[in-house]
């Protein structure tokens, strides 16, 4: 079964950015409200064989977070981020750090677009600018496609229930 609105990731050859695009059969302010508050957030983010856990979320300008999820073996991975500027409900501008890699510094600049579309519905676009083409590439075979669709899915249940 295919489901209706599904992810797009683009990722040009030899370019250090991706972006990733996705429409909500939900209003804008909906959508936004899941990506900023935490109870909401802990409940799609990530894959679907992960849990997660939010050490702290300040989703403001200036702000930062932290979260941690855990796989069925009890391994964890940490992310952490600053939160540059949130446009409520138009968008958000972070930094996105993966905590496990060998050294720190592999960061990307997440910039999260809420566009409103016809019909109460809405479409986010994600560009993800990253230090190297081989911090980008890196992070696309780290199956991070297949965890954000499976996440996203999850909020499509959300945002249907109304949370």
């Known amino acids: ?3 209706k609105n599904q992810m797009h990731v683009t990722a040009e050859p030899g370019k250090q950015e991706l972006f990733i695009t996705r ?3 939900a209003p804008r302010e909906l959508v936004f409200k899941a990506f900023s508050d935490p109870a909401i957030l802990v409940q799609f983010l ?8 939010i050490n702290h979320y300040d989703f403001k300008s200036g702000g930062s977070y932290r979260y941690t999820s855990t796989d069925e073996k009890g391994n964890e991975y940490s992310f952490n981020g600053a939160v540059h500027e949130v446009t409520a409900p138009e968008r958000c501008i972070q930094t996105f750090e993966f905590e496990g890699m060998p050294e720190r510094g592999h960061v990307s600049l997440d910039t ?7 019909n109460n519905r809405t479409k ?5 600018v990253f230090r190297s083409v081989a911090d980008r590439d890196g992070i696309i075979k780290s199956g991070m496609e297949q965890g954000l ?3 996203l899915n999850r909020l499509d249940v959300l945002l249907e229930k109304g949370f």
Do not use: R
């Open 1 to 3: 079964m295919t489901k």
């Open 23 to 25: 429409e909500f059969e």
């Open 46 to 53: 990530g894959p679907d064989n992960l849990k997660m856990k």
């Open 112 to 118: 999260s677009i809420f566009e409103v579309l016809p």
């Open 124 to 128: 986010l676009t994600i560009q993800s």
């Open 149 to 151: 669709s499976e996440g």
